[in-house]
């Protein structure tokens, strides 16, 4: 079949290559150029791992990524130490990108438009029009992978607004020597703040927060560091790489899987907080249906993709009440120290 996928972001590519396989023609357009930033907590979990890994992507240890054992909570004299069954990688984004655009550039069914934004879409019968600056083109089916706030997802009406308080995420690069061989996430009310190692001699640290739990009066940079003071010392101002760069709000899902004959997934389906660290994996596992799937696309199908959501959407509502309320998020630490297998457990809800 001929397929378009709308976004080169990671789940975009990696579903560029999923559809390949599966041999169908497949044209992907991109609103940027690649390799492509963005703010992410750029931790990527097992099941993700596992996923690019067949899909013959590797990385150099070290120098390309670093591989994480576990994640560790740390919130004043609290600090509770989780170990994932496999390891995870930290990876900067670009290079990440740049892994799975190469090898999209090297699969002869896969074309990529770079610097095509999508501008329209129409509905036929059998088909679906898209629609850019100087050009149109039907396809059998399309795939919306064009993230957060999906003008396609606008454009189908199949859109749902998230209940609660908004959140907001950023992140920025320091050119540290790693000194935790875990995913480090420091506890604040209505705060955390994420750190993650990318390669030997290089942490990335991402904040995310309620849009309430921060008023600044400065630069927003400067009043999210104020918050986490023991923090700043291990990533002194003089050894950023000066990315800082925002996200959000983490406000708007879509409501269907399929709408006409286009599918969403990866954050154009969900994102509704980073909080677990499984954007990445949930988009792929999502995506890794989808290719194998949708010629065929029937209830049980949606069934299967639902349910990978189902343990993300219960423990990000989780994490965001020990988020916001202190003496919950205490006790509960307090109770995983006591037991503290049980971290991992939880931890291990994410890898599979
Ligand atoms: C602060 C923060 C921390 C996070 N931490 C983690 C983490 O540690 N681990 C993890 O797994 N996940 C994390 N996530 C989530 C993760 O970043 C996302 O789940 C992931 O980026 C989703 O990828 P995507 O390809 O769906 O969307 P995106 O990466 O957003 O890509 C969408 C692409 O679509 C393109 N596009 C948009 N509109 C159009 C158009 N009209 N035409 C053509 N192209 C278009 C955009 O240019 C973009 O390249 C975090 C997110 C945030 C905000």
């Known amino acids: 079949m001929k397929v378009a996928v709308v976004g080169g972001g990671p789940i975009g590519l990696a579903l560029a290559l999923m559809l390949a396989r599966e041999n169908h023609e497949v044209h992907l357009f991109e609103k940027g150029s690649w390799p492509r930033d963005k703010a992410c907590g750029q931790g ?7 996923i690019l890994e067949e899909l013959d992507i590797t990385f150099k240890e070290g120098e390309d990524c670093y591989s994480f054992q576990g994640v560790d909570y740390i919130d004043g004299p ?17 290079v990440l990108s740049d892994r799975l655009v190469s090898k999209c550039r090297q699969n002869p069914l896969i074309t990529l438009h770079e610097e095509t934004t999508i501008l329209g879409i129409s509905n036929y019968p059998n088909q679906v029009e898209l629609k850019w ?51 480090e996430v420091y506890w604040q009310d209505g705060i955390e703040a994420y750190v ?7 942490v990335e640290v991402a904040f995310l927060w ?6 600044p009066n400065g630069p927003l940079k400067e009043a999210l ?9 291990k990533c002194p101002q003089k050894s950023a790489q000066g990315d800082f760069r ?28 980073g909080i677990t660290g499984e954007g990445l994996s949930l988009g792929l596992k999502g995506a890794q249906i989808l290719a194998k799937n949708f010629t065929k696309w029937n209830w049980w199908h ?51």
């Open 133 to 183: 600056s100087n050009g149109k083109e039907r396809f059998h089916y399309a795939f919306a992978c064009d993230g957060l706030h999906s003008p396609l997802r606008k454009k189908l009406a199949n859109r749902k607004v998230r209940t609660g308080e908004w959140r907001m995420g950023a992140r920025e690069h320091f050119n540290v020597k790693p000194w935790s061989q875990n995913v």
């Open 302 to 352: 949606a069934l299967v993709f639902r349910m990978h959501y189902f343990h993300y959407k219960a423990m990000v509502r989780l994490a965001l009440g020990l988020s916001y309320n202190k003496r919950y998020r205490r006790l509960l630490f307090r109770l995983v120290q006591t037991a503290p297998k049980s971290f991992n457990m939880i931890l291990r809800l994410n890898d599979f």
């Open 78 to 94: 609290f600090n509770i130490h989780g170990i994932l069954r496999r390891p995870g990688v930290g990876i900067e984004r670009t």
């Open 246 to 273: 925002g996200h959000g709000p983490f406000s708007t899902y879509a409501k269907d899987i399929l709408k006409e004959k286009v599918f969403f997934v990866g954050d154009a389906y969900c994102f509704l907080d």
């Open 225 to 233: 560091w104020q918050r986490f003071p023991e923090l700043r010392e």
């Open 210 to 215: 309620f849009e309430d739990a921060i008023s």
């Open 196 to 202: 993650t190692p990318v390669t030997n001699e290089k």
């Open 44 to 50: 990527l979990m097992p099941s993700g791992l596992k």
